[in-house]
């Protein structure tokens, strides 16, 4: 994760999109190469990027903008791309360098912000997790997400699980999640979620059609249940718009740990593939409140803290979990698809 020359980052994004479903995607992203060495504002803007470009996930800040084109009918010339009828990287490379020299100016703001992936398909490994602290700290929850994006996550109560054959959440629900399971099934266990709230730096308004659809641009093109599941997640916020507020992590968890904690409810922290963007000074006063919290938890009021983030050693999603009082030591519960397609459970 932690590459500072930009092509091997350009290069080991492309192999990760192509290992998980995503050849077309990782074709373009190789098309962004022979862009370095040209005089476009794009290349400039990768061949000088600072710091670490997987980390700040630099390349696919503009795969978004090369989708969005697609997506806005700006440029047909991507199609062949995203269809899988392009393969010969040379001709991708072609249409890469075509489209970025004629929308040189409308890509370059793309790499203003990280990639918003506001993925439902996280919540499974959210929501099997509050299986298991059930029966640690539940059954009871308020939950308070980090990264919110759009909110999509903080409607899980609202979603339709399916967890190794284990249901919990709304049948009816136009959010079907269901992973291809792997391992023990979780713990058939009562979960109530009496609040779901949640941060975000620049959040998305899902029923602003055009932040819908910026969100729809950072999806890998040929992953067409997920660009369906951002389309479910618009249906669930025209009923009820989700409860995020435009604030940093830091000061959100200090907030919300502020508050006088709910009797007979577990407060839990959740979040999903957000962590490597948090400021390290931010990770730390986060880490610090929750574990200060933690030293003030009881069983009438406890706290939890669920993450699914990324192992820099083995480049795995891991669903990892602490609870006060008595489980503060992290338990790593399984790991995940980065976004949802399965999920293995150790059965902890």
Known sequence: MEIVNVEAAIRWQAEH???????????????????????LAVGEKMRTWPGLSLEAAMPLRIAGGFHNLHLTGGDDRL?????GE?????????IVLAVATDHDAALLPWFDGPPQTNEAGRSAGVMAAL???SGQIGPRFALFELGSSAGINTMLDRFDFDLGGVRAGVEDSPMKIAPEWRGPPPPAAPVEIVSVRGCDVAPIDLLDPAQALRLKSYVWAEVT???ARIDAAVALASQRRPDVVRRDAGEFVASVLSEEPPYGVARVLFHTIVWQYLPAETRAAITAAMEAAGARATADSPLAWIKIETNRQTFRHEIRVRY???GAEEHVLGTVHAHGAWLEWFGV
């Open 17 to 39: 999109s192509t290992r998980n479903g995503a050849p077309a995607t990782g074709r373009l992203l190789l098309g962004l190469v022979p862009l370095l060495e040209t005089d």
């Open 79 to 83: 199609g062949p791309i995203y269809r």
């Open 86 to 94: 392009a393969t010969d990287q040379d001709a991708v490379d072609a």
């Open 131 to 133: 299986l298991w602290l």
């Open 225 to 227: 249940e997920r660009l």
């Open 324 to 326: 006060w009082p008595g």
